[in-house]
């Protein structure tokens, strides 16, 4: 039996094609809001750091009417590092819509999403988004798309896919990509026609995969899931078990409130049947993967395993001269509880303590995106604290030591392919297919997550900021060798102090300055960077000896460049093994692990002088 009066769909496509912009004109012309409301843009990237940098980081739900039938829409990250969330949605829908930009094609995300929702056999609606920019090229894109979806063993039903030509901007979706639509009544229509209506066994005994966790201070966390079969009412006996882990005894729960999505809203319901996707709030410990079901007929479902991290950094407290003084919590019991509390939320994160010391925490994630902005959205609740640079955690394979291998697709100007070849085979990187599209140059290299530690301001340079780059978790593979990680210096502070325009205006002779006048700074806080390999002492409190014949005006005739700054990516790119970023709610510090020279300069030759 299906449930006519309902569809499950997702929207899936590569970072910054347009998902969010694309839900935002579904709900205006779904009837969702009011005539006269007032809306905000990508109203479904709720919080501020998703805002700020145009990216959706967590999955969201919403639904919408059209005409009788209930829409759910879920709007799903485009960001690799965020790829084990889409994997799971895509359990929850029948369906997906393939969003794709009309002037950049597929890209990697869009292979690595689409193949994800091919295997489940769910039905395919492509839509070709951002028609109307102006280096589109339609006709091109349409046979990219066909030929990933022949590259990808599609079924003949797939590849038949039907294509729509959308701008999400506009709000206007149309059935030929010679005709402008005037509004998205196509896309609407292709749903109900051609995504299944989801199967429905009301009869038989509840079961639900939990696919997606929800978290809510006052009432924890919450599963979102579909009802795969039966029917689930308020404060009915459930039993929580799951596939991966039969030697667990079955849990018993209580289902103590269950909300049904409407437009932005959950709507609080007291029964629900299969076919929904649903909200339960009331299983103090759930999980990603468990399966709720009915105390009389406890079988788990087999769900996609959440991807072993890739990478690592120590978080440990702020032990710099300047530590206390602009962070709200700063202890490591408060460190402590909020690492593992974001573990609530994000299940692809492990935070591990560290031996033998009670003050730092190793933070394993899927990639450098999803770790800093764990750092951004700490900094913004008023934590200060020290972050490690980032390591790629390896893995024994047959006895071999294997390290993540990353899929790179640059798009880059024709004359600049030569300098992002030559850097990339310096990091290890294997160029394994170069394709032309029109004056620019598609190049798909085979690099491990490492060579790309500190790679993209490289890039945006080589490629005078014209090129694109995106990466993509592709497989382990045996270790490749010792990479060169950086190769220049850093400018180092010899004394602790504010810095004056005198002593900066000597230094910046020296290399590039990450800071202006009047900054406090300490002996070995990282002040710029040098052009050569090794680090170079400088004292920007230097001040100038005043005699008779000096006078301290003359000073202002001193012209000093614009210091460079950093954003928190750029510092993480930027730290060197001997370094680490001192993070607090007003400031980004890169200092050195051991601050003192002359200790630290013992560190790094007495080992040498042992060895003669």
Do not use: W
């Amino acid at each position: 039996m299906q449930n006519e009066k309902l569809r499950n769909v997702a929207i899936i496509a590569h970072v910054d094609h347009g998902k969010t912009t694309l839900v935002d004109e579904m709900l205006k012309q779904g009837g969702v809001y009011r005539e006269n409301q007032e809306v905000v843009d990508r109203v479904m990237d709720s919080n501020d750091l998703e805002r700020e940098r145009g990216i959706t980081i967590l999955a969201k739900n919403t639904a919408i009417r059209y005409g009788d039938t209930k829409i759910n829409i879920v709007d799903t990250p485009g960001h690799a590092d965020f790829g084990g969330e889409v994997e799971r949605i895509l359990k929850m829908v029948n369906g997906v819509i393939l969003l794709v930009d009309a002037a950049e094609g597929p890209m990697p995300q869009t292979r690595f999403v689409l193949s994800r929702a091919l295997e489940l056999g769910h039905r395919v609606i492509v839509v070709v988004n951002k028609i109307d920019r102006p280096d589109q090229r339609i006709h091109e894109v349409v046979d990219e798309v066909l030929e990933l979806l022949m590259d990808l063993d599609a079924t003949p039903e797939q590849l038949d896919s039907p294509m729509l030509f959308c701008s999400g901007r506009n709000g206007t979706a149309s059935y030929s990509p010679d005709v402008v639509g005037t509004d998205l009544k196509p896309l609407f229509d292709t749903i109900l026609e051609y995504i299944p209506a989801p199967e429905a066994d009301v009869d038989a005994p509840f079961q639900m995969l939990v696919s997606a966790i929800d978290y809510n201070e006052y009432v924890g966390r919450m599963a979102i899931g579909r009802i795969e079969r039966g029917t689930l009412k308020q404060n009915q006996e459930i039993m929580v078990c799951n596939y991966h882990d039969p030697d667990a005894a079955p849990k018993k729960a209580k289902a103590v409130s269950m909300y049904e999505f409407e437009g932005l809203a959950k709507n609080p319901v007291t029964e629900s049947t299969a076919g929904n996707i649903i909200c339960l709030s009331g299983i103090g410990d759930i999980t990603i993967g468990d399966t709720i079901c009915a105390p009389e007929c406890v079988e788990p479902l087999p769900f996609v395993k959440i991807s072993a991290p890739t990478m690592e950094m120590t978080f440990s407290i702020n032990d710099s001269p300047y530590a206390g003084r602009e962070g709200k919590f700063v202890t490591s019991r408060q460190l402590r509880d909020r690492l593992f509390r974001e573990t609530l939320k994000d299940v692809s994160l492990r935070v591990t303590e560290l031996e033998g010391s009670t003050d730092a925490f190793n933070v394993a994630g899927r990639g450098e995106m999803s770790l800093s902005i764990l750092i951004e959205t700490m900094r913004r609740e008023g934590y200060e604290f020290q972050v490690s640079p980032p390591r790629v955690l390896y893995q024994m394979i047959d006895g071999k030591k294997c390290e993540p291998i990353e899929r790179l697709v640059c798009d880059v100007p024709q004359e600049y392919v030569g300098a992002v070849i030559e850097k990339l085979g310096s990091r290890k990187g294997d160029l394994a297919e170069m394709t032309p599209i029109g004056s620019r140059m598609k190049l798909e290299f085979l690099i491990p997550a490492r060579g790309l530690f500190g790679y993209r301001n490289e890039f945006l340079t080589d490629t005078k900021g014209e090129g694109i780059m995106a990466s993509v978790f592709d497989s382990y593979a045996p270790y490749k060798g010792e990479l060169a990680r950086r190769n220049t210096g850093s400018l180092v502070a010899s004394e602790t102090g504010t810095s004056i325009t005198y002593g900066l205006f000597n230094a910046q002779e020296r290399g590039v300055l990450f800071i202006g006048a009047g900054v406090d700074v300490y002996e070995g806080m990282v002040v710029g960077q040098s052009p050569k390999q090794e680090d170079i002492t400088v004292n920007v409190c230097k001040k100038k000896q005043l005699t008779n014949m000096r006078a301290s005006g003359s000073d202002d005739a001193l012209r000093l460049v614009p210091p460079k700054q950093m954003s928190l990516e750029q510092c993480l790119e930027f730290l060197a093994d001997d370094e680490l970023l001192e993070v607090t709610p007003k400031n980004l510090r890169i200092r050195k692990t051991i601050l003192n020279k002359e200790l630290r300069m013992k560190a790094t030759h007495g080992n040498k002088k042992v060895l003669q």
